[in-house]
Nanobody, 114 residues
Framework: EVQLVEFGGGLVQPGGPLRLSCAASGFKFGNADMTWVRQAPGKGPEWVSDINSDGDGTHYADSVKGRFTISRDNAKNTLYLQMNNLKPEDTAVYYC???????WGQGTQVTVSS
């Protein structure tokens, strides 16, 4: 059974950092391309970033480019999203997703507010 569990969300002031984690199980994580998506209040899902199985190929939405870094530790079956210089518009529920599939986790809430 594919399981994706996000961790690390919370309340942070604008300009602050936050690191999200996604613990994966039930599939060969080391062979899987992974994605972070987010959904802001009242909006549809937005693709944020993706990473290939080796971790050496990454892509970012323009809205987060230069501020967010996606990474992974295949030995730990864990996906990460380091978020820096957070903005109020980054407020959303963040989900990790097994790329190309409908599998994603329960999400973790990120709220950027002063």
């Amino acid at each position: 059974e594919v399981q994706l569990v996000e961790f690390g969300g919370g309340l942070v002031q604008p300009g602050g950092p936050l690191r999200l984690s996604c613990a994966a199980s039930g599939f060969k994580f080391g062979n899987a391309d992974m994605t972070w998506v987010r959904q802001a209040p009242g909006k549809g899902p937005e693709w944020v970033s993706d990473i290939n199985s080796d971790g050496d190929g990454t892509h970012y939405a323009d809205s987060v480019k230069g501020r967010f870094t996606i990474s992974r530790d295949n030995a730990k079956n864990t996906l990460y999203l380091q978020m820096n210089n957070l903005k109020p518009e980054d407020t959303a529920v963040y989900y990790c997703q097994l790329r190309y599939t409908g599998y994603w986790g329960q999400g973790t809430q990120v709220t950027v507010s002063s």
